[in-house]
């Protein structure tokens, strides 16, 4: 008989309810769930034909474990204790666990609870690294806390909103829905992007700029917000502080409108009625995402973003605020989860010893956890991987997969090449796999219960609707077994996620007074709930910032030229970005039927002019070179996108890593935009 | 027994005081399970909480029950859940629980050899119009000052919306919280089938007054199936009737009245804002360019149902597009229009907000005047357009379907040799 179970769709950050409907154990179809607050029974493509990948007959069934050079299926048993017996043979620095954004709280719990007390490590990440960790420090430093602040529902209340390094209605569609709500009861919408995408179709002022000038542009905007007197004098000066420094650096020459025109191919006029409508809305709020943070001046467009929501007072209000827009279903939840090499969870800095002793205390292992020192980040793992004496020897990967989604393909592939062993944990064999000593199959989203958290840090309920194929397991359950096997039973004695959600309340500050029973209602509940008669906090910052003394922090930045520039061998920039059909590496969406018969293939977008020039027409095959690496791909010709810049979709196995690269110095985000390219013809192309 | 109009309950005293209206379809349903006069019900029944209704496909008489009260918030169309059940069950016989777009949504897969009316039993509702839950929750929030988790009903009577928590009641103008933005669906406001005559019986409150304003359903008969049925409730023991008196006759057929001459006026306005001409043309262009291509409204249209669908055809609509090219809605209005029942499915969950039911509902009003079919109606001509279906064009153009297909799929300046042909 049919049923329907709703639960949350897998794929981006907004956390759309989707009810899967059921009949004789199989997944037949979705609606959208009426009742849920984010999406109010609506659904984007993706959500609509999420359940098609679910049943695929390629689906991992059984563990395999590599014998000979060939995989072979066995039981968890002789898995477990493979692995077990190889975990124990690496010590502390020697082993990397990585986690996934992409499944439960609850996994993720258990898995960073695995890599502190059973391996005794900090080297443990997650792919946020890659895309929001310049949101993560960026907004931390400026108030306190690196989250969104305001909630999905609230954007719809905004009378301006501006939106940058996002392409919303394709990224996020369900919050462009917001952005219709808002133009509906006579808001303005301000989009700076370098392509005419969908969402630039609906903006009221649309400024076409080159990728990588967004801080000239933001500077430009609060200098003539200051010169105007538009700044909320009350709010600068009662809740934040180093204004002054702000001040003197945006109002330099350099960044007054007709420089910055010529610095981002502006006009001169828009930049003059963006700051006007900014400055003198009531309400403004900024939306943005990996366009932004995505590349290696990411916090320092965060930290501008932040300084003109300060500058204008649009913090702690319905309809304001620095939304920052996760790209996966449990992104936000992973983070707070500490699955990350320097946090526990609720972001207690792992070097804070009252902290340590506490958790240590907890969790109660006989040996002792890792010691209070900040572990590897991704990159510094893959690197460290690669190295010939004192590498990381073993790692465990959950739902990643990083010789795709890494930025230095050729880096990653080196080190994972390098290991002595590796675990993948995954529902479907991916490319990472293949260089795997032992696969584990995973349960994928509608086959486990749980608890995600999505982008406006509303806490909320998956459903499991049918069995996982084969004997393939949720993620919570395979680690508890191992952990179990390895002799730390009474550390993991969880029979169901419940019992793990209850202890993320101890442990997890801010989720502290939620129970799994209130996370189920059809509301959730958004972080910080700090006691069970707690509602949950739809709006951050209402009265005081989470720096010590309450107050925001204005941190001017300046413009930088990016690391790269088109010149003469390189002459066009590189930027990525989504398609509304696609996610990610395309592991889920190109196994759904619906999705794959829109795109199913990658391409390279180019301006007629620019197509002209270098002698292609569209669906042409061209050669795209980096100064790192090239690829061959299909060309579409289109008038949408800047002329001197080229656009491809950030996804198809290993097409754009090809050409990225990994950052030069330091534990900094990846940079994945803007990069330069040189495009020409394919010779015999068909 | 002959009368056509009814007040009636549940025989169980139990049932009469937990379920609305004095429980007489809770105890109409039992009946019909019971006798295993049908083998299914499709029913509505509370989810998490009073906003959250979800369809249910109920075999016992021991479930029954959960279906009981009445539920305002969320237009769920059980329409499809009846087909749903009967392409999987064929021949299995259906009692369901309809309203007014539902029995119309019905009617036309009656039509379309989709259904049989001889294995169902269709019980109608008077239906005023249903919220939306989300918004019906920040209503009762702001406007109220209620808890909208602690309210215990929420429902419209004689016009009024009808907020009951504890010992608190507040009755709201239907219209005046239609100007606040909180009203009910656009589609509901246009809806002129308040009272589902199509159906075997209908039920509701309308007619009723005194004592039994609270405690009984008013039950009005529409064809001797219907009868048949509510004598045999009867017989058994699952329900009481007694015959209306003519006060409470005149009540119903005096608030049927106005909420047709209300929703009159609605459509009226609604389809003047569409315009005429170029001008509704340039209208839905600018409208449906914010589509994102979804798809969910043809599933959430219960006669969106070809197999083969037109917008997937590549030299119609080019895929991977956002937004689609206007083809994809030309195809949906050309395929629909005619028999739209203004049902407000793909309204509802248009990701976009994108007026689709208005633009459907606008068209369809006109091709009623042009060509007389009335959609969702039992009496009347049949179907008249079945598109897609290959027998039609033969029909209509003759043998010219493939020749067709290759006009689209060459580029134009190919498109001489065909006519040469």
């Excluded at chain 1, 007959?57 to 995989?71: A, E, H, Q, S, T």
């Excluded at chain 1, 369900?174 to 392509?195: E, H, M, N, T």
């Excluded at chain 1, 983070?335 to 070097?351: E, H, K, L, R, S």
């Excluded at chain 2, 809770?26 to 006798?35: D, E, I, K």
């Amino acid at each position: 008989m049919l049923n329907q179970i709703p639960t949350i769709c897998p794929y981006c950050g907004t956390g759309c309810s989707v009810n899967l409907i059921v009949q004789d154990g199989k997944i037949i179809g979705t609606t959208p769930n009426i009742r849920s607050p984010v999406n109010e029974g609506k659904l984007c493509p993706k959500g609509t034909y999420c359940h098609q990948f679910v049943h695929s007959m390629d689906r991992l069934k059984k563990p395999l474990i590599r014998k000979g050079g060939v995989f072979i299926e066995t039981d968890w048993e002789t898995a477990y204790h493979l692995i077990a017996k190889k975990l124990k043979e690496c010590n502390a620095g020697e082993v990397g666990v990585l986690a996934s954004a992409r499944c439960s709280n609850e996994d993720n719990y258990a898995l960073m609870k695995f890599a502190r007390g059973v391996l005794k490590t900090n080297n443990l990440d997650h792919c946020a690294r890659l895309c929001h960790e310049a949101t993560m420090t960026g907004l931390s430093l400026s108030f306190g806390n690196g989250a969104m602040t305001n909630s999905i529902p609230d954007i719809g209340k905004s009378d301006c909103i501006f939106c940058l390094g996002s392409n919303t209605f394709e990224q996020h569609p369900l919050i462009g829905r917001q952005i219709v709500r808002a133009q509906s009861s006579g808001g303005k919408f301000i989009y700076a992007d370098p392509r005419y995408t969908p969402t630039a179709i609906q903006a009221d002022l649309f400024l076409q700029f080159y990728s990588g000038s967004d801080v000239a542009v933001l500077n430009c905007i609060m200098g003539e917000i200051i010169r105007n007197g538009w700044e909320n004098k009350e709010f600068i000066s009662l809740r934040t502080r180093e204004y002054d420094s702000l001040k003197k650096t945006v109002l330099q020459t350099k960044y007054t409108p007709g420089e910055v025109s010529f610095l981002t191919g502006v006009s001169e006029e828009d930049l003059l009625r963006a700051a006007e409508w900014i400055g003198t809305a009531d309400k403004c709020t900024v939306l943005y995402a990996m366009g932004l943070s995505h590349l290696s001046g990411g916090i320092s467009n965060v930290r501008a973003i932040a300084n003109l929501m300060m500058l204008t007072g649009n913090i702690g209000r319905p309809g304001t605020g620095v939304n920052a827009l996760r790209g996966q279903n449990n992104v936000q939840g992973a983070c707070d989860m500490g699955c990350i090499p320097n946090f526990f969870p609720g972001y207690q800095p792992v070097t804070d010893s009252t902290f340590h002793r506490k958790i240590g205390r907890i969790w109660n292992f006989p040996d002792g956890i890792a010691p209070a020192r900040t572990g590897l980040d991704i990159n510094q793992m893959f690197r460290k991987a690669g190295m010939k004496h004192d590498n990381i020897k073993a790692m465990v990967l959950v739902g990643e997969n990083p010789l795709v989604t890494e930025p230095d393909q050729n880096m990653v592939e080196h080190a994972v090449k390098n290991l002595e062993f590796l675990v993948v944990s995954d529902i479907f064999f991916t490319k990472t796999c293949e260089y795997a000593h032992v696969v584990l199959p995973a349960a994928c989203y509608a086959e486990k219960d749980g608890t995600v958290t999505n982008t406006e840090r509303r806490v909320q309920r998956l459903c499991k609707a049918v069995d996982p194929p084969g004997i393939a397991k949720p993620d919570w359950q395979i680690i508890t077994e191992l952990a179990c096997l390895m002799g730390y039973s009474d550390q993991f004695p969880y029979k169901d996620p419940s019992d793990i959600f209850r202890e993320i309340t101890t442990v997890c500050e801010p989720y502290k007074g939620m129970t799994f029973e209130q996370v189920s209602l059809p509301d959730g509940i958004c972080w910080p709930c700090p006691s069970p008669d707690h509602p949950g906090t739809a709006i951050l910052y209402t009265d005081r910032f989470y720096h010590p003394d309450g107050k925001g922090v204005f941190c001017p930045v300046e413009w930088k030229i990016p690391a790269e520039l088109p010149d003469s061998s390189y002459p066009f920039r590189l930027t990525s970005g989504r398609v509304i059909w696609h996610w990610h590496t395309g592991t889920m969406t190109r196994r759904s039927k619906n999705l794959n018969d829109e795109v199913q293939e990658a391409y390279i977008e180019v301006h007629p002019a620019d197509a002209e020039k270098v002698r292609v027409a569209d669906g042409d095959m061209i050669r795209v070179r980096s100064r790192k690496g090239q690829l061959s791909c299909k060309v579409r010709i289109v008038p949408d996108i800047k002329e001197g810049m080229i656009f491809m979709p950030s996804l198809f196995d290993a097409a754009l890593s090809r050409l990225t690269g990994a950052p030069s110095a330091g534990p900094e985000v990846s940079e994945y935009r803007p990069i330069c390219v040189a495009v020409e013809p394919l010779p015999g192309g068909d | 027994m002959s009368g056509r109009m009814w007040y009636g309950w549940s025989a169980n005293d139990n049932i009469r005081e937990t379920a609305a209206s004095g429980g007489l379809v809770t105890g109409l349903l039992l009946s019909l399970l019971s006798s295993e006069m049908v083998d299914a019900v499709c029913a509505l029944k509370r989810g998490d909480d009073l906003y959250d209704p979800r369809p249910v496909l109920v075999t016992s008489p021991e479930e029954i029950q959960e279906c009981a009260g009445s539920m305002f918030c969320g237009s769920i169309l059980t329409a499809d859940w009846v087909l749903g059940a009967v392409e999987a069950n064929p021949g299995i016989k259906i009692a369901s629980v309809v309203k007014g777009c539902d029995a119309k949504v019905i009617y036309e897969l009656i039509k379309r050899n989709k259904l049989d009316r001889d294995d169902l039993f269709l019980i109608g509702l008077n239906c005023s119009g249903t919220f939306s839950p989300v918004q019906t929750r920040t209503f009762i929030r702001e406007v109220c000052g209620m808890n909208p988790d602690s309210v215990d009903s929420f429902l419209i009577r004689d016009g009024r919306v009808v907020v009951r928590s504890g010992d608190i009641t507040k009755e709201y103008p239907l219209e005046n919280i239609e100007e606040r933005g909180f009203g009910r669906r656009d589609s509901c406001r246009r809806c002129d089938t308040p009272i589902p005559r199509q159906c075997d019986i209908v039920c509701g409150t309308w007619g009723l007054y005194g004592e039994n304003s609270d405690r009984a359903t008013f039950v009005e008969v529409c064809t001797d199936k219907g009868l048949d049925f509510l004598s045999q409730a009867e017989k058994n023991g699952h329900i009481t009737l007694v015959p209306a008196d003519q006060g409470g006759v005149k009540a119903r057929s005096r608030v049927e009245a106005a909420m047709l001459t209300i929703s009159e006026k609605n459509r009226k306005e609604m389809f003047a804002k569409t315009g005429s001409g170029m001008e509704r043309l340039t209208w839905i262009m600018e409208e449906t360019s914010r589509c994102i291509k979804c798809y969910q409204c043809s599933h959430a249209c219960p006669l969106c149902i070809c197999q083969y669908c037109q917008t997937k055809k590549p030299w119609l609509v080019k895929p991977g597009e956002v937004p689609p090219p206007l083809m994809f809605h030309l195809i949906r209005f050309s395929h629909i229009a005619d028999s739209c029942v203004n049902c407000g499915q793909c309204e509802d969950r248009c990701a976009m907000d994108i007026p689709v039911s208005l633009m459907m509902h606008a068209l369809q009003d006109e091709l009623e005047k042009m060509f007389g079919y009335h959609p969702g109606r039992p009496e009347g001509m049949p179907i008249l357009a079945k598109v897609n279906q290959h027998e039609e064009w033969e029909h209509h153009y003759e043998n010219s379907y493939q020749k067709m297909i290759r006009l689209f799929s060459q580029k134009v300046a190919d498109t001489e040799d065909i006519k040469e042909e």
